[in-house]
């Protein structure tokens, strides 16, 4: 079980102006924030991030979203972080998502969901590195 996840305030909830009580939320729930910054994603970054579901009918428009306005992009580290910040998240389908989570407090549909985390050690640790530079990680 590793300490660090990798997570993202997506597009929705930055243009909401969310992203200050997204980070307040983050730090009352005991992460430390190893990293952090802003960036608007290409398309073609997009749909690297999101490869895995590249077969999925939402592809094309989760991409589209994904890269439609800037984001923040973070490295939160807390033990059990991976399933630590998901809990914190909630479900992904915000109408599913349980009181005091992220994702029913911000947003709005399946595919606008405020919040992104990753969802396994392995794909955190590769997640923070298609963003995140060694130098910005020490
Ligand atoms: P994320 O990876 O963004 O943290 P997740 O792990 O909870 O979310 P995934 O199954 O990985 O969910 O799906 C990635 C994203 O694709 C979801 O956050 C959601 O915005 C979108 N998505 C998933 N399923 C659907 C769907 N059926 N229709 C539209 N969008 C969907
Ligand atoms: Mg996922």
Redesign the pocket.
Known sequence: MGNLTFG?V?PDAVRAGHTGNIIQRINEAGFKLRAMKTLHMSQRGAEGF?AV?RE???FA??TEFMSSAPCVVMVLEKEGAVKAW?DL?G??DPAKADEGTLRKDFGGS????A???S?SDENAAIEIAYFFSQLELV
Do not use: Q, S, W
């Open positions: 993202i997506k999101y579901h999925r009918p939402f428009g989760l998901r998240m479900a992904t399946l595919g606008e969901n919040v992104h985390g969802d």
